[in-house]
């Protein structure tokens, strides 16, 4: 992966937010899966960008650090 960045994640279509972030619209990360770069992340509030692209193997540590508890991860 050479660019870490896409600029217009609006762009991209697939998005989606955690079971966990409720309908009141606040602070929440969505995420695009299978996307050929990475794993694209975005803050909801800014659909249009811009989107993170980090590489899967470190984006499936940090969730499972989450899912485990270590929220320092």
Partial sequence: M??????NAA???GWRKSSHSGS????CLEVLD???????????????????VFPPAGWASFVAGIKNGH???
């Fill in 71 to 73: 929220p320092s991860v």
């Fill in 24 to 27: 009141e619209g606040g602070s």
């Fill in 2 to 7: 050479t660019e870490p960045i896409i600029p």
């Fill in 11 to 13: 762009a991209l279509t």
């Fill in 34 to 52: 299978n996307h050929p770069a990475g794993v694209p992340i975005r803050d909801s509030k800014i659909p249009e960008g811009p989107a993170l």
